[in-house]
């Protein structure tokens, strides 16, 4: 698995040395608009092509894996924290406080939080920053994201409090904190990076569907999530290759976190 | 006994709770007691007033809550003002369906996930790991739009989109939960002594993860619901889920609670479930 | 080699053999699909789009617009006439009619039907188009088959409104169902479909003598998801789309051209307006700027309409003039052009107001830099495409735009309620020819002003000079005179941009080869209008 995961870094290192250097690589302008060529094929002007409004494609992938590349993991970093934190301390701790606690992680399940985000929008003033809103949505991502996977990382804390390596642990003097974070946390690893590689994606897209309450990325700074929009219609039918370039780097890219993460094989 | 009343009894009121929250959301988001009958320019004056009058949020929503729920002890579930019929019968239509498509899309998206998340741990073999993380990373990627419409230009049920939406994360926590377990030393004795490879997972690994699995199972319900939203709105499946979205965009606070009410008591039982059947299996290993 | 994994694979195939296509389309059966769950059934409380198709496939009415001729035409009443002070009309019932239950048509049904639309407490918006001052309507009933209804003051175009007024049983106590139109409603599954029957006492009857409709059966599919709405008209299980966005329209027509009908440009508009309430949480600069007529003017012309209607709109759209679209033939204003972009003109206009360029910016004679947001509805991709050509347009006069699309609700709330918002693209749908229906919106005092409602007195001269031009012109009833008027207030309209009209967009739809004798119109509904002459598959109609 040495070599996968060592081309898997390469390709993330060349995408994020793309976006870095999006302004020197771009064709264009993300936001300038071609209205000339609206939807057209890949061409030399264009290697992508250009979107329903003539913008060039390439551009707009570039400049938008700055957003959600680096937006994206770091929501998904806040989220496997916030899991790690609330499910660890209810499974170490155990009884009533495991208790409580998993029900209200149960209860932050079943909250309607699109109502919540809804207020969040009314809150912020319109004027805001596109960065700004970026921030916002990622961060509001993070924070509600952490609940099922708590429930799963308190399971799996609880089986290893009882397993024997702890109890070894235990018995030669480790106790609170130490054994927190030597002995428990490097074993809630699997769970952890399993919960941090499924939230990249699932932000990098629940960005886009935030946009229908007026947070998300605004125009005319472009992510992932909104160039995958483009796929979102009838007219995908009829779509040209180009347009799946979004989806194809964002499935390249997450199955390089994946292969990057990896531990070497037992 | 005592423990399955107080096991009851904080059922009811995280039911109950859940409710009070989410009424709390919706009552208190922009957007509330506005209809968008009130930009038709034929009404005058006065007929906007009126409307406007009509949809007058409640002012105490402490009143409101205890009122609904003396309402509900009685049975009544109440009116949905967005689609203008008692709540027990929309949901009396549409609970099956939506369980339906759950219970379909938690199954498949299980056996896609686990069957795929054993194939790669079982095959020892970096290829079938890249293949298996490859197909769950499509899934994972693909937004559920995109998703929908493939569906129907295949004329597939919806519900595999569910089942599409859970069965990465099913196979991610899977896979890495089930090697962990392979990698203990147990599981090496038991190889070193010539033991056949299906007992060894079987009897050594599966059991081990088991308690975290049947915890992600727990899990997997209540994404199934929260996947069911969108993906009924999508499809047009006339399941709850639907009736979610378009009570969300109708602010039809009635509605809203009882469905958050199911959706807590839903999550609640699958958690419970998964909780229990994890100390079961634990007292077994025992 | 061992594979424990097999067995869990026997769920995922079985579940895959599921069946999965839906019930196959009868064949006289038309489908098409509806937005949304009706919100009522009783015709005269429509006041949504769902619930006005079912009006319009169930509901008789005494007089009917043909969508295509746009004459007005006899139903249910065999003549009519307005008396010569405009406030009285006159019917002669046609004879032998029986709802679908059975139950007579007489002059009681429509004396009924009168007293509850005109009812203030019911509140209905079709009432409400007929209460043009306060005072009792009195019918009176001259017999089984003559009724007159005398309204307290003129009306402009009195006939025309009873096309939407769906005559009600007197005697049943479901008013809603017992039904004069072609189909009645036999099946709710609500948030799933609706199914219409045909009535069987239903009163037409094609020129062989055969009575309409030739469709046995309707059913509405509520279906919100418009891609959806398409594919599926592709694989032929809905027979038409009777509104259809741009970008599908082409797809379609890629695959099947015969399909799709561009009907030419319809009386919808889409526009932007300033947010001009002084009460508004807004700073005072940017009041200021929202209020000033040059600025306005400047923003309208920094703007490519004809991209807009080209890009967004595919060229199924075209810039727009006015409140009224060129479809509208008597009515538009035919000296007036749409603002055409002129960037220079623009700078003049703003500079007239102290606006200058600093380092690329836009500034106003106080220094701040002149930036706004504009709301506008989400998931409406083509007034989210339509923001964003105008925030590039914007950015070239120094003009920061921000794009912020919310959810309805919010967005009404915001519009009507807080006006916390600066400026806003909305489209005004318009399914009457008549400019007086759009009096709450165009009186100073009424709700619907969108820029700033409810004034107590007009803010400016304009304003007072509009509304008493549509006063007086809800007065007369010469059309010509009446076209004198609302010219006028076109005029004023397009010189002191209130709004700020963008493209008018074509009325297009899609039909399935199988459905027959359809004539696409601008007016609504656009395909199944004649619905009563469709036929499906190898049935042909004879000609009325």
């Known amino acids: 698995m040495k070599r996968p995961r060592l081309l898997a870094i390469v390709f993330l290192g060349l995408v994020t040395l793309s976006s870095l250097l999006a302004g020197v690589l771009a064709p264009a302008p993300y936001a300038q608009q071609f209205r000339d060529v609206p939807d057209a094929a890949s061409s030399r002007q264009h290697p992508l092509g250009t979107d329903d409004l003539g913008r060039d494609r390439l551009s707009r992938l570039l400049y938008g894996t700055r957003v959600s590349l680096l937006l994206a993991p770091a929501a998904a970093l806040v989220t496997t924290i916030l899991a790690a934190f609330i499910g660890g301390t209810a499974g170490y701790a155990g009884g009533w406080m495991e208790d409580l606690v998993m029900s209200g992680t149960d209860l932050f399940l079943s909250l309607p939080w699109l109502f919540l985000l809804i207020t969040v929008r009314a809150l912020l003033p319109l004027n805001v920053a596109p960065l700004t809103s970026v921030v916002i949505t990622f961060a509001l991502l993070g924070c509600l994201g952490w609940a099922g996977a708590a429930r799963v990382v308190c399971a799996d804390t609880h089986e290893l409090c009882n397993s024997d390596f702890m109890l070894q642990a235990r018995a030669s003097g480790n106790a609170g904190i130490r054994l927190l974070v030597h002995h428990l946390l490097p074993n809630l690893k699997p769970v952890l990076f399993a919960q941090f590689w499924i939230s990249i994606p699932v932000f990098i897209l629940s960005e886009t569907n935030l946009s229908i309450l007026g947070l998300g990325v605004a125009e005319p700074l472009p992510s992932w999530g909104s160039l995958l929009r483009e796929l979102e219609s009838f007219s995908m039918l009829t779509a040209k290759p180009s347009q799946f370039a979004p989806l194809i780097l964002l499935i390249a890219t997450v199955s390089c976190f994946h292969l990057a993460m990896q531990r070497e094989e037992a | 006994m005592s423990s399955l009343f107080r096991c009851a009894t904080k059922t009811v009121i995280l039911i109950f709770l859940g409710g009070l929250m989410g009424a709390t959301l919706v009552r208190f988001a922009p957007g509330y007691g506005v209809t968008e009958e009130e930009l038709d320019s034929r009404l005058n004056g006065e007929s906007l007033r009126a409307l406007r009058a009509s949809h007058e949020p409640p002012r105490d929503l402490m009143r409101f809550y205890l009122q609904f729920g003396g309402k509900l002890l009685h049975g009544d579930l109440g009116f949905s003002s967005a689609m203008r019929e008692p709540v027990s019968q929309l949901i009396a239509e549409r609970f099956p369906e939506t369980m339906k498509s759950i219970g379909f899309s938690v199954a498949l998206g299980w056996a896609a996930g686990l069957s795929l998340a054993i194939l790669s741990v079982t095959a020892r073999s970096a290829t079938v790991d890249l293949g298996t993380s490859l197909v769950a990373t499509i899934a994972l990627c693909t937004p559920a739009a995109v998703l929908a419409l493939l569906c129907v230009i295949a004329q597939a049920p919806g519900r595999l989109v569910i089942a599409a939406i859970i069965f990465p994360k099913v196979f991610q926590y899977a896979r890495n939960l089930l090697l962990r377990s392979a990698a203990l030393p147990h599981v090496l004795a038991a190889s070193a002594r010539g033991i056949r490879a299906s007992r060894i997972f079987l009897w050594h690994i599966l059991p081990v993860a088991a308690p975290q699995l049947l915890a992600v199972a727990g899990i997997t319900v209540s994404m199934a619901f929260t996947a069911a939203i969108p993906v009924e709105a999508l499809c047009d499946i006339p399941g709850i889920g639907q009736l979610a979205w378009k009570a969300a965009l109708a602010r039809d606070l009635e509605l809203l609670v009882m469905l958050t009410m199911i959706v807590t008591t839903v999550t609640l039982l699958a958690n419970s479930t998964a909780e229990l059947l994890g100390k079961v299996v634990v007292a077994g290993k025992a | ?544």
């Open chain 3, 1 to 544: 080699m061992n594979r424990p994994y097999l067995p869990l694979l026997v769920p995922l195939f079985i579940s895959m053999g599921t069946a999965w296509a839906g019930p196959s389309p009868d064949a006289n059966e038309l489908r098409f699909c509806i937005g949304a769950q009706p919100k009522t059934f009783n015709p005269l409380l429509v006041d949504d789009e769902a619930s006005e198709t079912v009006r319009y496939l169930t509901g008789g009415v005494l007089l009917r617009l043909d969508r295509n001729s746009q004459k007005l035409l006899p139903e249910l009443a065999a003549a009519w006439t307005i008396n010569h002070t405009g406030n009285a009309i006159t019917f002669t019932l046609r004879e032998n009619v029986h709802f679908s239950d059975g139950t007579p048509f007489s002059a009681e049904d429509v004396a009924y039907t009168m007293e509850q639309l005109m009812d203030p407490g019911l509140h209905s918006p079709t009432g409400d188009a007929f209460r043009s001052s306060p005072g009792k309507v009195i019918t009176k009933i001259a017999g089984k088959y003559h009724v007159t209804v005398t309204f307290p003051a003129p009306i402009v175009g009195l006939d025309r409104l009873f096309d939407q007024v769906a005559i009600m049983s007197s005697k049943l106590p479901q008013k809603e169902m017992a039904v004069l139109g072609p189909y009645f409603l036999a099946e709710n599954k609500a948030g799933a479909y609706l199914l219409l029957k045909r009535n069987p006492n239903y009163w037409k009857h094609d020129q062989a003598g055969r009575q309409l409709p030739y469709i046995d059966r309707v059913r509405l599919d509520i279906q919100q998801n418009r891609d959806i709405e398409a594919l599926r008209l592709t694989r032929g299980e809905i027979d038409f789309i009777n509104s259809l966005n741009a970008e599908s329209f082409e797809s379609l027509k890629a695959r099947a051209p015969q399909t799709v009908f561009d009907a030419g440009v319809g009386l919808d508009s889409e526009q932007m307006w300033f947010n001009q309430v002084s009460s508004a949480p807004l700073p005072d600069y940017k009041k200021a700027w929202f209020a000033s007529t040059n600025f306005r003017r400047a923003i309208s012309a920094s703007i490519h309409r004809d991209d807009l209607a080209r890009v967004v709109f595919k060229g199924h759209a075209q810039p727009a003039v006015s409140f009224i679209s060129p479809g509208n033939k008597f009515w538009f204003d035919q000296k007036l052009q749409p603002h055409a972009f002129d960037s220079k003109a623009a700078m003049r206009a703003l500079s007239q107001d102290g606006f200058q360029l600093q380092n690329g910016m836009l500034q106003d004679r106080s220094g701040h830099p002149v930036e706004f947001s504009v709301i506008t509805n989400a998931g409406n991709k083509d007034r989210e495409r339509m923001a964003t050509m105008i925030q590039q347009d914007l950015a070239a006069m120094g003009i920061r735009l921000n794009v912020v699309t919310l959810d309805f609700p919010s967005l009404i709330e915001r519009i009507t309620r807080t006006f916390n918002y600066e400026a806003c693209l909305l489209g005004l749908v318009n399914d009457d020819l008549d400019p007086n229906t759009q009096m709450a919106v165009w009186l100073s005092s009424a709700d619907n002003h969108q820029w700033n409602p409810n004034q107590k007195t007009p803010a400016t001269p304009w304003e007072a000079e509009v509304d008493r031009l549509m006063r007086e012109q809800a007065a007369m009833l010469d059309p010509k005179k009446r076209k004198h008027d609302v010219d006028r207030v076109q005029e004023i309209v397009w010189d002191q941009e209130p709004f700020i009209y963008l493209v008018n967009k074509n009325a297009l739809s899609a039909v399935s080869a199988n459905l027959h004798n359809i004539h696409p119109s601008v007016l609504r509904p656009q395909v199944y209008w004649n619905i009563d002459q469709l036929t499906l598959g190898k049935e042909v109609a004879a000609n009325r």
